[in-house]
């Protein structure tokens, strides 16, 4: 089933806003919250939602850590009223260094490849 699909059998429409998506938990295999979604990468050119941008750590927003998730990692769960994922905490915290610097380069595609085989997803470019 598509995002959209899940998005539209909760809300009852077939899109949700990217503000809605922003601040969203994310929940480990086990229910238990490891995050929120920070912000949506989305490739200009396809419009798909390429990562989530997920805050963990922290207290109120300080000291809080930011990590980069591909997009197909992460599936609404309607009774958790957010994303649920198969990611735990400490792959998390041990996942490359992606996103963490505000200046970084988001057209290398070496880094890009080794985000996704980290976590063992397809490119979602659709390339090798």
């Known amino acids: 089933m598509s995002m959209s699909e899940r998005t539209g059998a909760r809300t009852g429409k077939p899109l949700i806003e990217s503000d809605r998506v922003e601040g969203t938990d994310v929940y ?35 000291g809080e850590e930011e990590y980069t998730v591909p997009w197909s990692k992460l599936d609404y769960d309607t009774s958790l009223g957010g ?20 200046d970084y380069d988001w057209s290398d595609r070496n880094r890009e490849r080794e985000l996704h085989d980290y976590w063992g997803v397809p490119f979602y470019w659709g390339g090798v």
């Open 28 to 62: 480990s295999p086990d229910g238990t919250s490891i995050g929120s979604i920070k912000r949506l990468m989305i490739d200009k050119v396809s419009g798909k939602v390429a990562y989530a941008v997920m805050g963990f750590g922290g207290f109120l927003g300080m």
């Open 83 to 102: 994303y649920r994922t198969d990611i735990t905490e400490s792959q998390l915290r041990g996942s490359p260094t992606f996103y963490r610097s505000g």
